[in-house]
């Protein structure tokens, strides 16, 4: 069965700077990846889904993540951290066409932005 | 378009009551899900409905747990009676399933449930 693993449960950085949260998933078959964002108090927001094609996805709010099938990675990035970015992230994975409806999430990574 | 719609958004109640909470999805969805959130984790899938078909309640805890989608549209969840460890965040989500190889999920915004 297929699984996520995030690295780091919080993660702190400051407004300008570089956002990078880790992603490695397990998956017996070619997988679709997710990262989701969570405002407290809200539902999970899809900021960006890699199913198939180019491996360097862009999201919403400037996110982009690259899928490395070696490394078997999904990492976020985003060049430059606003205050508005402070939020809970998961990422998820699914077995692709096999059964997306099956969605498997991290225990999520707590991003803090300092002034 | 409304989103997903959920209520009550926050619950107290005492252990061994019964709670339920109430799921509208996107007008249209044909999928719809519940999924348990504790704190500080990834949201777990406890049950899938395709229509009014349950199609995946593996992860449901049937002794305790139950959940109904009649014609297809607004679901509910029940758990009778609740227990101290149900305290956590249910999410209801909802896709159109028309065959495609992907189908996004929409989530609501959740219902808190604080058992004491």
Not at chain 1, 32 to 49: A, E, I
Not at chain 2, 67 to 90: C, M
Request: contains cysteine; glycine residues 8%; aromatic residues 12%.
């Amino acid at each position: 069965a297929q699984s996520v693993t995030q690295l780091g449960s919080h993660v702190s950085v400051s407004e300008g700077a570089l956002v990078l949260l880790r992603c490695n998933y397990s998956s017996s078959v070619p997988p679709y990846l997710f990262w989701y964002v969570q405002y407290p108090n809200q539902g999970l927001q899809l900021l960006l889904k890699y199913t198939t094609g180019a491996t360097l996805v862009k999201g919403i709010n400037g996110f982009e993540a690259e899928f490395k099938k070696s490394e078997t990675s999904f990492h976020l990035t985003k060049p430059s951290a606003h205050m508005s970015d402070a939020a809970e992230y998961f990422c998820a994975v699914s077995d692709g066409p096999y059964n997306n409806n099956d969605m498997r999430f991290g225990a999520g990574t707590r991003l803090t932005v300092k002034p | 378009e409304a989103g997903v719609v959920q209520s009550p958004r926050y619950k107290i109640i005492e252990k061994k009551q019964p709670v339920a909470f109430w799921c509208n999805p996107i007008s249209g969805h044909n999928t719809l899900y519940w999924y348990l959130q504790n704190l500080g984790q990834g949201p777990e899938l406890l049950i899938r409905y395709e229509n009014e078909e349950a199609v995946d309640d593996s992860q449901l805890p049937k002794d305790r747990f139950s959940a109904e989608r009649l014609k297809g549209v607004d679901s509910t969840l029940k758990i009778q009676p609740a227990e101290l460890g149900d305290s956590a965040v249910y999410l209801c989500a909802s896709s159109f399933n028309g065959g495609a190889i992907y189908n996004e999920q929409f989530f609501g915004p959740g219902t808190r449930l604080t058992v004491l």
